[in-house]
């Protein structure tokens, strides 16, 4: 299986710290996000790695290589000076991704999701990763009724920005700016979306506060 690290968004809530480097290279406990994900990759016995570059790209470039350093072997999708947004980032990407099923990670959450562990259902275009519904995020994204993920207004969770994809998923998309909440919609309504539940570790990097929340944490365990 191949993977894709979105690492080409601005990161407006993180500035000031963003206006200088790129939110994925943002270190957590003595390392850059980014390589937290891809060295949990590496574990997970995923080699093929694309990352999505808008934002300084050119220091992710920089700080990555060709991946070796990290034991996968990076290829780099570039989208211009204006980000693609979540999924037009991944939609450009598709000829890099292949035919098969990939996994898509964010380049600025912090977990300890076991990602050789998750798998796509035959009958299923995604399978997403569903965490609890964080404080800044109190009333989360989608329901889960078993193992499918469903549309409702009440006792949702959070999507933890970790999933499977089929090619499938984007059929009928094009190429440019568009939300991957769209396509999301559009498969949820057909019964096409499983998914699951973590309860471990897992912070979305979005705000100084919210890494210095992360630091102290990680920090208290050591």
């Known amino acids: 299986m191949r ?3 979105l690492a080409a968004g601005r990161g407006e809530r993180m500035r000031p710290l963003t206006d200088a480097i790129p939110k994925p290279l943002i270190e957590v406990a003595g390392r850059p996000l980014i390589v937290w994900h891809l060295q949990a990759l590496a574990r997970a016995g ?3 790695v694309v990352i999505n570059l808008s934002w300084l790209g ?3 470039r920089a700080a990555l290589g060709d991946g070796a350093a990290f034991g996968v072997r990076i290829a780099y999708s570039e989208e211009g000076p204006v980000a693609l947004e979540t999924g037009g980032g991944i939609f450009r990407a598709l000829p890099l991704l292949g035919p098969e099923p990939f996994l898509v990670v964010s380049g600025d959450v912090f977990t300890d999701i076991d990602l ?4 796509l259902e035959p009958d299923a ?3 997403l990763v569903l965490v609890p519904n964080p404080a800044h995020h109190p009333n989360g994204d ?3 009724e078993g193992d499918r993920v469903v549309a409702r207004d009440h006792a949702r969770l959070t999507y933890g920005n970790v999933g499977i994809y089929r090619p499938a ?3 009928g998309c094009a190429d440019g700016r568009f939300p991957l909440i769209e396509p999301l919609r559009r498969a949820i309504a057909r019964g096409l979306v499983r998914g699951e539940l973590h309860r471990g570790e897992w912070s979305d990097v979005g705000t100084p506060a919210r890494l210095a929340e992360l630091e102290t944490r990680l920090a208290a365990v050591q």
Not at 116 to 119: E, S
């Open 125 to 127: 275009l995604a399978h």
């Open 169 to 171: 998923f984007f059929a």
């Open 116 to 119: 050789g562990r998750v798998q």
């Open 46 to 48: 995923v080699r093929d």
């Open 142 to 144: 989608f329901g889960l």
């Open 58 to 60: 050119d220091q992710l």
């Open 3 to 5: 993977a894709m690290v």
